[in-house]
């Protein structure tokens, strides 16, 4: 098993920016594959950024240019940087982490899940 906690969250104004942590423990070693993905209020889940273990990424639209995804492997954390947010970027965000390859911002490909953390933009 593989536990995601983030860390991070919180409420900030537009054209601000934020930082979250995702820290990854378990028994079955560091998962390969981990990204971010969001749920906004009556939306679907939206794959937000998706990193791979040798550091390629991928980004959904809607944030390609302003979030940036990395990940520190001897840490097992994996960090979303969040700048010039909108109110459009208010979601629950979430951590995913898997061992399979089905695409970075696939959700199927991930088996664990954090908790969330709450991101309002205002």
């Known amino acids: 098993q593989v536990q995601l906690v983030e860390s991070g969250g919180g409420s900030v104004q537009a054209g601000g920016s934020l930082r979250l942590s995702c820290d990854a423990s378990g028994n079955i070693g560091t998962p390969d594959y981990m990204a971010w993905f969001r749920q906004a209020p009556g939306k679907e889940h939206e794959g937000v950024a998706g990193?791979?273990?040798?550091?390629?990424?991928n980004y959904g639209d809607s944030v390609k240019g302003r979030f940036t995804i990395s990940r520190v492997n001897d840490k097992n954390t994996v960090y979303l940087q969040m700048n010039k947010l909108t109110p459009e970027d208010t979601a629950m965000y979430y951590c995913a982490a898997g061992f399979r390859f089905l695409g970075l911002l696939n959700k199927d490909a991930y088996t664990f899940w954090g908790q969330g953390t709450q991101v309002t933009v205002s």
């Open positions: 990193i791979t273990p040798d550091g390629t990424t």
